[in-house]
């Protein structure tokens, strides 16, 4: 799904502190990406598989989103 950092941290909400390859992974959130192109990037970087990556990724970014640290777009 297509994500992206959501930019409204609720008065109920903990703010999350984010380090090393998350902190990539967080910069790589400011603009919508879907999850393959996101894999693909990191791939890059790390010179891995994309597939790895995005297996990887995928309980990542759903753990984000239910913490509301991430939006899905349309």
Same mark, same amino acid.
């Given at each position: 799904?297509?994500?992206?950092?959501?930019?409204?941290? %609720? +008065?109920?909400?903990?703010?999350?502190?984010?380090?090393?390859?998350?902190?990539?992974?967080? +910069?790589?959130?400011?603009?919508?990406?879907?999850?393959?192109?996101?894999?693909?990037?990191?791939?890059?970087?790390?010179?891995?598989?994309?597939? %790895?990556? +995005?297996?990887?990724?995928?309980?990542?970014?759903? %753990?984000?989103?239910?913490? %509301?640290?991430?939006?899905?777009?349309?």
């Amino acid at each position: 799904f297509p994500t992206r950092r959501s930019s409204d941290l %609720g +008065e109920d909400q903990t703010p999350l502190v984010v380090s090393g390859s998350v902190a990539l992974l967080w +910069e790589l959130l400011a603009d919508p990406i879907m999850l393959s192109e996101l894999a693909a990037e990191l791939a890059a970087i790390y010179e891995v598989e994309a597939s %790895g990556i +995005e297996v990887g990724l995928a309980p990542v970014l759903e %753990g984000l989103h239910t913490a %509301g640290a991430i939006e899905r777009s349309p």
